[in-house]
C-alpha cells in the first residue's frame, strides 16, 4: 500500500511541476469550484426538469448525485478514513481550501460520473456524451489542485458511473410506468 502512495504522490507532483501554469490555474479553480457539493450538476438538472424532452434526465441527475452524495462522502469516505494528500506528501501545494472530510474516493468525481453517466442513460442524440467532458474536467482538476490522489478520483468516477447507472434505471423504470399509466 506504501508503494502505490508513493507512486500516486509522485504523479500528482509531476502533474505540479509539468502541467500547472499561471494560465490554466484560474480555469482549473474555476471548474473544480463547479463540481462543489455537485453544484453544476444539480444546476443542470433542474435546467432539464424544466423541459419535457429532457425532464426524466433531470430527475435521473438529481436522483444520481444524490446516490453518490449518499454512497461516496457518507459511507465510503468514513469507511476508508484516508488522509488527504496535501497532508502526506513533502512539496505537494494544496491550491484549494483545506477539506474537512477524508479523501477516498474524489466526491467531486463521483457526483460528476454519476450525473453525467444518468444524463447519458437518459438522453437520446449524439450529444448526450457531451456532460462526460465536464466530469472529466472536474475530477482532473482534484488532481490538479491537490486535493486527492489518483485512486481517488478513479474510485470516484468508478462509483460514481455506478449510481449513474442505478438511477438512470430507476427513473426509466418510473417513466415506463408513468407513461404506460398515461396510456402512451
Known amino acids: ?3 502505490l502512495q508513493m507512486a500516486e ?3 500528482l507532483l509531476w502533474i505540479q511541476e509539468f502541467l500547472r ?3 490554466l490555474t484560474p480555469g482549473m479553480l474555476t471548474i473544480t469550484k463547479l463540481g462543489s457539493m455537485g453544484f453544476i450538476w444539480v444546476v443542470l438538472s433542474l435546467v432539464f426538469l424544466c423541459f419535457k424532452k429532457t425532464r426524466w434526465a433531470g430527475a435521473a441527475g438529481l436522483l444520481a448525485v444524490f446516490f453518490s452524495l449518499v454512497f461516496n462522502n457518507y459511507f465510503l469516505k468514513n469507511l476508508f478514513e484516508r488522509i488527504r494528500p496535501y ?3 513533502d512539496g505537494l501545494t494544496l491550491l484549494v481550501h483545506r477539506a474537512s472530510d477524508f479523501s477516498f474516493p474524489s466526491g467531486h468525481a463521483g457526483t460528476s460520473f454519476a450525473a453525467a453517466t444518468a444524463f447519458c442513460w437518459m438522453l437520446r442524440g449524439r450529444f448526450r456524451w457531451l456532460p462526460y ?3 472529466f474536467l ?3 482538476s482534484r488532481l490538479y489542485v491537490g486535493i486527492h490522489y489518483p485512486t481517488d478520483v478513479l474510485c470516484g468516477m468508478l462509483t460514481g458511473s455506478l449510481c ?3 438511477a438512470g434505471m430507476l427513473i ?5 410506468k408513468w407513461e404506460t399509466l398515461r396510456g402512451r
Request: charged share 15%.
Open 1 to 3: 500500500m506504501e508503494a
Open 9 to 11: 504522490g509522485s504523479i
Open 21 to 23: 501554469t499561471d494560465w
Open 87 to 89: 497532508e502526506v506528501i
Open 133 to 135: 467532458v465536464l466530469a
Open 138 to 140: 472536474i475530477a482532473f
Open 164 to 166: 449513474g447507472i442505478a
Open 172 to 176: 426509466h423504470k418510473v417513466q415506463s
